[in-house]
């Protein structure tokens, strides 16, 4: 379970953005997270039921980033955040494809907006409904879905 990450500065304006915090973002949300996995990977390559859950967000979602334009649906402007989850997403499909056919099963989810450090506790759902998810796929059958993108209300557009 890849769960750690960081949201970055309060304020993700494109235009004003600095670019040391999207360095930042991308070291922890991407990069820290490949380095997990590939030091996991002799245990999971040994492991009866592999499993690789990436903790990613919606708002990575690029098709609802799209939607959101003109409206708020898809959290505020965050030029380090919210791509720093589309990249993540991205470099878990690489994953998928290299790992096809070894049975691990490698997806990534989204908790919803929890209660949290990473928000100031402005999150409407609890760390246990936000764990819901990650832990369905953590646990998933041998020959479950791989590749894809969660939320408990079902699959996140990419
Ligand atoms: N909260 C939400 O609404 C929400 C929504 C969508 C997705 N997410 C995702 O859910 C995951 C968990 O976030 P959270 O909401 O639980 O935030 P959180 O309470 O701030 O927890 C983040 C965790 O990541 C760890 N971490 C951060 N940087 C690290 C690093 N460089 N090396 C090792 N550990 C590091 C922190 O450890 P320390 O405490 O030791 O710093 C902390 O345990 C994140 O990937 C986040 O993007 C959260």
Redesign the pocket.
């Known amino acids: 379970m ?6 970055g500065s309060r304020e993700q304006l494109p235009t004003t953005s600095d670019l040391d915090v999207i360095r930042t973002v991308v ?3 991407v990069l ?1 997270v490949i380095r ?1 996995t590939n030091a996991m990977l002799p245990l999971l390559r040994r492991s009866p039921s592999p499993r690789i859950v ?6 990575g979602s690029l098709t609802r980033q799209v939607g959101s334009v003109g409206n708020d649906s898809a959290g505020p402007v965050a030029v380090a ?1 919210s791509p ?2 589309t990249f993540l997403n991205a470099v878990m499909l690489q994953y998928v494809r290299e790992l096809d056919g070894t049975g691990i099963l490698v997806n990534a ?11 100031g506790f ?2 409407v ?1 609890t ?1 246990q409904q ?1 764990a819901a998810t990650p832990i369905r796929l953590a646990t998933l059958p041998d020959g479950g879905p791989t590749g894809g993108f969660f939320e408990d209300a079902g699959v996140v557009p990419w």
């Open positions: 890849n769960n750690a990450g960081i949201s070291e922890t949300n820290g997990v990436n903790v990613s967000s919606g708002v955040y720093s989850k989810a989204c908790p919803g907006y929890v209660a949290t450090d990473l928000n402005r999150g759902r760390p936000g």
